[in-house]
């Protein structure tokens, strides 16, 4: 509990900082801008009458871009001094008694409220709406978590209690199946709790943050087909990797769940899939990772609701249904999304299906 609430903390400090210097970073570079550009136009022109326009300009987008209206009346003030001092006549001296200037002060300040208002009230209704999907999205896994672990824990219940119960009916392979029954409901299951216990370390973190480390995206690759291939040994995985290391911030343990819920998806859910491939690529400081099969694709139908949790696979069996691909694809979005990624689905011209995943990659890229 100390490092979580130490991990929220540092996440807290660390937002304000990035917002506080990128607020002042955009102070002084908009009013340098707006600066150069005027001491530009009066060396073409001898009229005047453009600066406190590109002044008033600057400070409506300092107000736009910035958190507050601190840096909104600090760059209006600073406006208003600089246009008397620097670019009206007589220059390099303050002169407040020249016509238009309470004006033009007044019209900044006005700027500046209502402009950084506007943008505090869009910021308002943008986390209302994130958090308004949060909730859409918590609400459907509940409702699919209640559904789905009502089956396994009574196809479990009931294979363990007919075993115990025999009394020389059953044959030694009528057992084995009951039990091998039971133990793939089993390990259903604690994939469950791993989904579970992944969604609440985000959403147990404010605004969906989450504490992200500089790695080596090959390695957590490899530590995902590792942990893969000992629940599924006959299956076999190819992994694809750049020449390059990429470096990528994120939660090694979470992006492995990712993962693991599309091998797992690909292998359940795939039909007659004999292999799996993993991709990983990089373009524009996004890295990509595709995981494909050969199987039987996904139906056109179930598209469009693949990812919200609310996934319902009426027309297969009971035991189909107790291992939905839902909540575990949900459970795949809500992570990269605190990562600040996408996750899509398509099904390959050949056959099978193809998820795609990104994250904003950070670090350098070193050659191997």
Known sequence: MDKEKKDKQSIKLRKYLR???????????????????????????????HVPLIFVLAVLIISLTTEGYLYGLLAAFISVVLVNYAFT??????????YGYPLTFMTMLAVVFATSTLTSRLKAQERLRMES???????????????????PLTAI??????????KGALSRQQKDELLLDAKQDAEWLCRMVENLLSITRISGSEMGEITKED?????????????????????PVSVSVPHTMMIVPMDAMLI??????????ALIHGGSVTKISVVASEKDGVASVTVADDGN?????????????????????????????GIGLSVCKTIIMAHGGEISAENAAGGG????????????????
Not at 133 to 151: C, F, G, P, V
């Open 19 to 49: 917002t506080y210097f990128k607020g002042w970073v955009i102070f002084f570079l908009t009013l340098a801008t707006a600066s150069v550009i005027c001491a530009t136009l009066m060396r073409t022109t001898s009229s005047d009458v």
């Open 157 to 166: 219940s009931g294979s363990i209690s007919t075993v115990l119960e025999d």
């Open 256 to 265: 492995e769940q990712v993962l693991l819920n599309l091998m797992d998806n």
């Open 353 to 368: 299906a193809v998820f795609t995943f990104t994250l904003p990659m950070g670090g350098e890229k070193n050659d191997n």
């Open 297 to 325: 694709g996904i139906k056109k139908e179930i598209m469009p609701h693949l990812f919200d949790g609310s996934l319902q696979l009426s027309g297969r069996s009971a035991a189909d249904r107790s291992r939905s691909m």
């Open 89 to 98: 006549y007589p220059y390099m001296k303050l002169d407040f008694t020249i």
């Open 215 to 235: 790695e080596i995206l090959e390695e957590v690759l490899s530590e995902a087909i590792m942990t893969f291939r000992k629940r599924h040994d006959n299956v």
């Open 133 to 151: 999907e949060r909730e859409k999205m918590r609400a459907n896994l509940l409702r699919a978590i209640s559904h789905d672990l009502r089956t």
